[in-house]
């Protein structure tokens, strides 16, 4: 079915894309098969000295239909840039202390982790540690000897009963697999294996890795003291951690003898330490944990040798991360977003935050969400991914007060012969409250105003999370259809402060839908939208958000929801998350409250709905499981409500979309869904 969804919508699309192309100087629209030629720079780690950047590449390989990750090294001066070894893996490069050396982590020759240094003036590189399970949070000392890193360790999996012995040549069933850890799966990694992530440090000219932290915890970001001789971490050692695991500390392990002081702590998340360049104090991220579904992260500073704590960013109404001391020591930088935008700010010990860079490129390419990465050298430049609406991210280089640089330009073959959809802010105002709703519009290329256009409403998921004014693939994809899309921030979202995200506290979803009813308003008020031809498709949260609207409203002609929450009672208790989702989201278990759980779920709705509505979800989707679309589905048929279900083969929550030729047919079956229900056959 999918095969002929495609080939119908290949050429339909390859028809709508000759029109267009007329209209555009000859360039063609974004085509699916683009989606196997977009590149794109993710973790820039800028040299102490600021010369060089190292970065990974991802690159789609279509012969393998996956990402390709390696590491390129580049010029700051020159903008020369090569890649390090070119071997696909390549990730988490870290420059030593000196600038000399660069440790990274690649695939070793059965594909098992293994944890390199690279000598850049000679370009040779050195096996540092070859590792059962794959390192994280990769950190020099700062002597430049030694490495820490973290990794899983395996501990012997629980058995109930003695089984009987197999014969030998016996060919049995796979034994039973018994399981009583709390975290026992997780999105993208599926069914864990028993074990807990613990602290090793390692010779940088290779050796046995020696274990620092031992039991039943996870221990996460190792970083070095200044003199070398301790290492702060992350962890959650409080008893009863495995069901709480939002109330993480930070503690200083002593290298030498394994001896863990816990530092003080306040009820809920320590992340992110980083010490500053006289070793006094210890930077970090914490939010006093009241069990709502939001809160912000502020920046703050705790002196080692009292443990005096204060916070830099009571006053700065946004969520910080990733803190990173300038070389004076004087301030700090860290990363947020604002009205959807990534950027990174400055921030003074008196807690004065300024802007230093915008626009960071986000971790994702299919949709607009705001993200990226940075780093910064001794001076304070400042290297990060830089992104636009219609352009995916860079490397780009700042120092602030001065405009930034793009370093690199991965598209531009690509992008050369392709005419993109237009992105511009959307002005709205809601219905409810008349709230100001951060809003966004896209037209076709080839658009021409006073012409009616069909529109899809997209929705992001979270729901605590933002869409912004950056590239979208998925999005291109529908407007080279000849659709106009628009999406935007409704309440929840983040980057707007913690009064707006909270205002769907023990309220999702309610008066985003709302919110979310204005933006197509505010389009169809533009003149260029057919309000016969209305479509709706979200994910995750906007999965929930799109079952809901069909629920509430019959204005729109087809709906696709991606990967949905369907019943919330079923939901908290089969998401991966189970441990804090009912607790700290609706405040009771479905249990105590059976009718509240049911007032905020779609499925108490399904009665309303008449629209033709297609429900996707990944296989192995352990956030939102395919029991959720599924419920949906029968409903759906039931009801004799035209409805289809579309299952990606081995696509998690989080990569429903990471496979280039899956990203293509979820497009091509949307727009096919779509286009059954579509009056007019395009623009009119």
């Not at 690279?118 to 950190?139: C, F, I, K, T, Y």
């Not at 090793?200 to 000219?205: E, G, L, P, Y």
């Not at 909270?502 to 309610?510: E, G, K, M, Q, T």
Request: net charge negative; proline share 8%.
């Amino acid at each position: 079915m999918k095969r002929l969804i495609w080939a119908a919508v290949a050429g339909a699309g390859l028809a709508c894309g000759a029109a267009v192309a007329a209209d555009t100087g000859g360039k063609k629209p974004f085509q699916p098969e683009d989606l196997f030629a977009l590149q794109a720079a993710s973790d820039p780690q800028i040299s102490p000295d600021g010369q060089q950047i190292a970065y990974v590449r991802l690159a789609n390989d279509i012969m393998t239909d996956k990402p390709r990750r390696t590491i390129w090294i580049l010029d700051v001066a020159s903008g020369a840039q090569k890649p390090m070894d070119g071997a696909d893996g390549e990730g988490s490069p870290r420059w030593s202390p000196d600038g000399r050396r660069l440790a990274y982590v690649a695939p070793g020759p059965e594909g098992s982790p293994e944890l390199h240094v690279r000598w850049l003036a000679s370009g040779e590189s050195d096996l540092v540690a070859d590792l059962a399970n794959a390192p994280g949070d990769v950190a020099w000392s700062p002597d430049g000897k030694q490495l820490a890193f973290t990794a899983r360790v395996s501990v012997s999996a629980s058995t109930l009963g003695e089984p009987p012995k197999k014969p030998d040549g016996a060919k049995w069933a796979d034994p039973i697999k018994v399981i009583t850890q709390v975290h026992y799966r997780q999105d993208e990694a599926g069914y864990l294996k028993s074990g807990f992530t613990h602290v090793f440090v390692v010779s940088a000219d290779g050796g046995a890795p020696r274990q620092l932290t031992f039991g039943d915890y996870d221990d996460h970001e190792p970083v070095f003291t200044p003199d070398g001789r301790s290492l702060i971490f992350v962890s959650e050692r409080e008893q009863g951690w495995e069901l709480d695991p939002e109330n993480s500390g930070l503690f200083r392990l002593t290298v030498a003898d394994g001896t863990i002081t816990p530092l003080p702590h306040r009820y809920g998340p320590d992340r992110s330490p980083a010490i500053s360049p006289d070793g006094r104090f210890v930077a970090y991220t914490h939010y006093d944990d009241r069990h709502r579904g939001y809160e912000d992260a502020r920046l703050h500073l705790m002196d080692l040798a009292t443990g005096q704590d204060r916070s830099l960013t009571d006053a700065f109404d946004r969520s910080v991360e990733d803190p990173r001391w300038n070389g004076d020591g004087h301030s700090l930088f860290v990363q947020f977003a604002d009205h959807g935008v990534s950027k990174v700010g400055r921030v003074t010990l008196g807690g004065e935050v300024s802007v230093v860079a915008s626009g960071l490129g986000g971790a994702e390419l299919d949709r607009p969400y705001n993200g990226g990465s940075y780093s910064v050298s001794r001076s304070g430049l400042v290297a990060f991914t830089l992104g636009g609406p219609e352009i995916p991210h860079d490397v780009g280089l700042v120092r602030a007060g001065t405009a930034p640089r793009r370093l690199t330009d991965l598209n531009a073959d690509l992008f050369a012969a392709r005419t993109l959809a237009k992105v511009e802010p959307l002005s709205v105002v809601s219905s409810y409250d008349k709230r100001p709703i951060d809003a966004w519009i896209m037209t076709p290329p080839g658009f021409e105003p006073g012409r009616k256009y069909p529109m899809i409403l997209e929705i992001h998921g979270g729901p605590f999370a933002a869409y912004g004014p950056s590239f979208a693939s998925q999005l291109q994809l529908y407007a080279a259809a000849g659709y106009v899309v628009v999406y935007a921030n409704p309440r929840g979202s983040t980057s707007y402060g913690d009064e707006f995200a909270n205002l769907i506290n023990d309220n999702y979803p309610s008066q985003d839908y709302d919110d979310l009813m204005s933006v197509v308003d505010a389009a169809i008020a533009g003149g260029s939208v057919d309000p016969d031809n209305l479509f709706v498709v979200g994910g995750s949260g906007g999965g929930l958000l799109t079952s809901w609207i069909v629920g509430k409203t019959h204005r729109f002609r087809a709906a696709v929801a991606q990967k949905p929450v369907i019943d919330w009672a079923s939901e908290v208790l089969t998401v991966d998350a189970y441990m804090t989702m009912a607790r700290d989201w609706f405040g009771k278990m479905p249990w105590e409250d059976p009718q509240f759980y049911w007032r905020r779920s779609p499925i108490s709705l399904v009665g309303n709905v008449t629209t033709p509505t297609m429900l996707m979800v990944g296989e192995e989707d352990h956030r939102t499981p395919p029991s959720e679309a599924e419920q949906f589905f029968d409903a759906l048929q039931l009801r004799k409500v035209p409805t289809a279900m579309v299952r990606v083969p081995g696509a998690s929550h989080e990569s429903l979309a990471d496979r280039p030729s899956q990203q293509a047919e979820e497009v091509s079956a949307i727009l096919a869904w779509f286009g059954r229900y579509r009056t007019g056959g395009g623009a009119s």
